[in-house]
């Protein structure tokens, strides 16, 4: 089988990262009752908003999935794709700020050696994709139901994404909402794996314990509705319940998260913006350094 073919890869790469003092020990990230109990505070950094190392090489780099499913003209990330705002689509979403915002938070709080620098992006179909354990990716599409700016998996695409989750690779979807995009989401997983069932998770899996104790899917807001300009949605809204989706593979590892009613790239982009609730920025940290603690651990 080809999970059984390609897994040691990455198993290789797991044990340099510990032989490097990366990650955590195992003993703590891999049970409920030894979790951390820290407590977090996103706004506790604002003060060290610049690492001063921000400029030095890493060994963890942080990559942002583009899928070729975005429309023509030039991108601001120098390639060709217009889309939303002049930009390369919905692929980069709050990018880099995000990530830049994020990897302060994984350098403060954990072992793993990042800095506000340490990312990029990738075509799915890239090589280089096999090089790196984490995959982040937006998935909503707007027009919601529609196949313009969101993810529209392509063969290559779906082959390249299934080889990176057999080598032991860990996916992480974002940012979409409502019916209309969870039935969208729906259509790619069934084109991903169509042999897997699409699982929902409670807070009582290990995912949510192997760093901070997660007791509760938070709804973090995208900026939209905390800045209160897009009609129809608001702060907790009932209407919108979070929660985690997943698909295992034969041994129960989680090989793919997606947040549904959720916005961490606005949660992490926004953490210096005065106006974005704090709470919701640090549910937005919690949740995904466990997603990439739990990746490095399995």
């Known amino acids: 089988m080809l999970i059984e073919r390609v897994r040691p890869t990455l198993l290789a790469v797991f044990s340099s990262l510990i032989l490097c003092g990366l990650a955590l020990p195992l003993a703590q990230a891999q049970s409920q009752s030894n979790a951390i109990p820290l407590d977090f505070d996103a706004e506790s950094f604002l003060n060290n908003r610049v690492d001063a190392q921000s400029e030095m090489p890493t060994e963890f780099t942080w990559i942002r999935g583009r899928y070729a499913n975005y429309g023509g003209g030039r991108s601001r990330r120098g390639g060709f794709g217009g889309g939303f705002g002049g930009r390369g689509g919905w692929w980069d ?32 179909t890239d090589p280089r994709l096999f090089e790196h354990s984490f995959l982040y990716m937006n998935m909503k599409r707007v027009p919601i139901g529609q196949l313009h700016s969101g993810p529209d998996f392509q063969p290559a695409e779906i082959e390249a994404l299934r080889e990176f989750m057999f080598r032991g690779g860990f996916v992480l979807l974002d940012d979409f909402w409502g019916e209309a995009h969870l039935q969208d989401f729906q259509t790619e997983m069934a084109k991903l794996f169509p042999e897997r069932e699409l699982v929902k998770l409670d807070t009582r899996h290990e995912l949510f314990h192997t760093f901070f104790d997660i007791n509760e899917v938070a709804q973090i ?32 590892r989680v090989m793919l998260v997606a ?38 651990t399995h």
């Open 221 to 252: 807001p995208g900026r939209a509705v905390t800045w209160n300009y897009n009609g129809g949605f608001s702060l907790d809204d009932p209407s919108y319940p979070p929660s985690v989706y997943a698909i295992l593979d034969d041994d129960g």
């Open 259 to 296: 947040n549904h009613n959720a916005d961490l790239g606005d949660g992490w982009e926004h953490t210096f913006y005065e106006p974005y609730p704090t709470r919701y920025s640090n549910e937005a940290y919690k949740i995904a350094i466990n997603f990439l603690i739990y990746a490095f």
């Open 93 to 124: 979403t709050d990018y880099p700020d995000a990530e830049s915002n994020f990897l302060r938070g994984v350098q403060r709080y954990t072992n793993i050696d990042a800095n506000s620098k340490s990312y990029d992006f990738l075509d799915l």
